[in-house]
């Protein structure tokens, strides 16, 4: 099966690059990469950005681990956004490995 990965890898790298550009240390925190590398990706035109979106592969690896994949899509089958906020906000403690 192949699948199409580009406007996802465009749009997410897109707010990446938005959120380098303020916060580079956070984006590279989030990406699990080099400071230097979230420079780069902050400085990025649009025109150059454009690009990513010729790779069809995702660029984006899931880091969570199994317990927190299951919390969440249990919350999100149950319409329970406050246990929803709670999961996002223990996200951004366990993402880097």
Known sequence: MNFDF???NL???IQARDLAKRDP???AT???MPNDM???LA???AKEIAHVSLIKQP???PRQEAWWWSRLFT???EGRTEEIEAIMEHASLITVP
């Open 6 to 8: 580009s406007e996802v």
């Open 43 to 45: 400085g990025l035109t």
């Open 59 to 61: 660029l984006l690896i």
């Open 75 to 77: 919350a999100v089958r």
């Open 25 to 27: 240390e956070l984006v």
């Open 38 to 40: 979230t420079r780069l």
């Open 11 to 13: 749009a997410y790298l």
């Open 30 to 32: 989030m990406l699990g």
